[in-house]
């Protein structure tokens, strides 16, 4: 299988790229700061028959470029004819309560974490259509499901991207295409690194929520590679975020009571 990943360098999409490769897929890893190699962690379990991990290729996109995007796509049809799988996880941190985050801080996290999921599905469902298959996924967020305070910004646009999942998984239907949006909640990764708002006490709960997560990237790569082997629309990887989801679906009163009780916790943030 053809695969492109961006943000491949680090976090989730690392652990993608991981694992994908060691099952003997063709990999393009896609990042801001590429790597030229990117090896097996050492979390990924180990198959049965040993396998020679396949080289991953390395290139330079910025998801906010449509020129780095064109040339992704120029390049994936130049060397591999096709792409079978396009998993569009390249994002940053963003939040802050209303009164707290800027204009410039919400144009910021919408250029990356939506729209450049959007430029990237631009750019490859004309060759999936011709092909006649191929699967888009889209790294969400369980904030993209569930909505909690102080985090606008971030919750807006990863709700955002799995509508529009959702409807690029109909829209592309007739054509043998496939879309699958992922929505895991808090794990282990760098991405606070890149956390924008202009608040810091939400910054400062958040980083402790990711920090003290059992849970690690490639506990979610691994979810993820399973559900999209299964074909499905949504994943939501981890149980953490298959509780939330649920408690917001069966019992909505309960679920507002604890936003609510999350919202009286931040008021007495500085």
Request: with cysteine.
């Amino acid at each position: 299988m053809r695969v492109l990943v961006t943000g491949g360098a680090s976090g989730l999409g690392a652990a993608l790229v991981a694992r994908y490769a060691a099952r003997g897929d063709q990999v393009l890893s896609a990042d801001l700061e590429p790597q030229r190699v990117v090896e097996t962690p050492r979390e990924v379990e180990p198959v049965e028959t040993p396998r020679v991990v396949e080289p991953v290729e390395t290139r330079r996109l910025d998801v906010t470029s449509e020129d780095d995007w064109e040339a992704a796509r120029a390049w994936v049809e130049d060397e591999w004819g096709g792409l079978d799988l396009l998993v569009n996880n390249a994002g940053v941190a963003g939040g802050g309560r209303i009164d707290r985050c800027s204009i410039e801080d919400w144009q910021w996290i919408i250029d990356v974490n939506l729209l450049g999921v959007v430029r990237g599905t631009r750019a490859f469902v004309p060759m999936m259509k011709a092909q006649g298959s191929g699967r888009i996924v889209n790294t969400a967020s369980l904030a993209g499901l569930v909505h909690p305070p102080g985090m606008g910004s971030y919750n807006a646009v990863k709700a955002a991207v799995v509508a529009f999942s959702e409807t690029a998984s109909h829209e592309l239907a007739p054509y043998g295409v496939g879309c699958t949006a992922v929505c895991p909640s808090y794990f282990r990764t760098n991405l606070m690194s890149s956390m924008r708002g202009g608040d810091e006490g939400l910054a400062q709960i958040v980083t402790q929520l990711v920090e003290k997560s059992p849970i690690s990237a490639d506990d979610i790569a691994a979810a993820v590679v399973a559900g999209v082997d299964e074909g499905l629309d949504l994943v939501v990887p981890d149980e953490p975020a298959r509780s939330a989801y649920a408690l917001k679906s069966s019992d909505p009163a309960a679920y507002t009571a604890q936003m609510r009780h999350m919202a009286d916790g931040l008021k007495e943030q500085a």
